[in-house]
């Protein structure tokens, strides 16, 4: 398992300019009109989304679409891949289905919402606090770096090393 330094960050668009967007109003019935929003998602440090978007995509990239991508929070991780998207999913699942339509399809739409002080109080409240660390499973032995007569010096995946006795089942998968 390969651990980075991640983030889950939280951008506002504003200023939509592409064809139609819509929403229900609270008596369901659409909207139509240039709505601001929210997107949440993860990205490795020093590897801009937004700037990966526009590398990548040839068609409906982002920065063609909003007159303003401002990155309004991210929290950092040093964690695996898994354990980032891991807490994406969660951040996912709390904030609901995408409350939106646009006629555009853009890559991670499932992560854009309607922008409101509401949802950004929410999402700050399910992502991690930043003194939060993510633990992957308990470490794994590594390697033997030293055998003795009744205990072996073993390497762990975290990187720790500990004396661990030579009967141990651990051993037996090294």
């Not at 240039?34 to 982002?62: P, S």
Request: glycine share 6%.
């Amino acid at each position: 398992m390969d651990i980075k330094n991640y983030r889950i960050y939280w951008r506002e668009f504003s200023g939509y300019l592409g064809e139609k967007m819509g929403k229900k109003n609270s008596v369901g019935i659409w909207e139509y009109g240039n709505f601001d929003l929210f997107k949440f998602g993860y990205e490795e440090v020093g590897k801009d989304r937004v700037e990966m978007n526009d590398k990548y995509e040839t068609e409906n990239k982002w920065k063609d679409l909003w007159r303003i991508i401002k990155l309004r929070d991210f929290v950092e991780f040093d964690c695996t891949l898994e354990s980032i998207k891991h807490i994406e999913g969660d951040v996912k699942t709390y904030m609901g289905k995408k409350d939106f339509w646009m006629q555009k399809q853009i890559s991670g739409i499932t992560e854009f919402m309607l922008a409101s002080r509401k949802k950004e109080v929410e999402a700050e409240q399910v992502i991690p606090e930043e003194d939060w660390k993510v633990v992957d499973e308990e470490a794994k032995p590594k390697k033997i770096l030293q055998k003795g007569p009744s205990e072996h010096r073993v390497l762990f995946t975290d990187g720790s090393t500990r004396k661990v006795s030579k009967d141990d089942n651990i051993i037996r998968y090294l």
